[in-house]
């Protein structure tokens, strides 16, 4: 059984940086495409970032691209997502996913419990 647990979040000040982690157990991850979403209060699940397996690959949504960097490390099994620039609007509570590279959450399997990031303006 695939788990994710996701790690990293906190208060920021608007332009300040956080970098989450997303840790994998339960399956091979060399061979896992991942991605972040976000889910901020009263909308829904919003597609951030997607990373293939060798990391070729990286798929970003429009409103973080230029601030946001997905990468992994598959000797230590486990995506990172690094904020800069962050805003108000970023706030959200930030989900790990598994599965696939793409930015449907259908796609995906796999799924962390999130991490809360708050940026204060």
């Known amino acids: 059984q695939v788990q994710l647990v996701e790690s990293g979040g906190g208060l920021v000040q608007a332009g300040g940086s956080l970098r989450l982690s997303c840790a994998a157990t339960?399956?091979?991850?060399?061979?896992?495409?991942m991605g972040w979403f976000r889910r901020a209060p009263g909308k829904e699940r919003e597609f951030v970032a997607a990373?293939?397996?060798?990391?070729?690959?990286?798929l970003y949504g429009d409103s973080v691209k230029g601030r946001f960097t997905i990468s992994r490390d598959n000797a230590k099994n486990t995506v990172y997502l690094q904020m800069n620039g962050l805003k108000p609007e970023d706030t959200a509570v930030y989900y790990c996913?598994?599965?696939?590279?793409?930015?449907?959450?259908?796609?995906?399997?796999?799924w962390g419990q999130g991490t809360q990031v708050t940026v204060s303006s």
């Open positions: 996913a598994g599965g696939a590279y793409s930015a449907y959450v259908r796609y995906y399997q796999d």
């Open positions: 339960g399956r091979t991850f060399s061979t896992y495409n």
């Open positions: 990373i293939s397996f060798g990391s070729r690959n990286t």
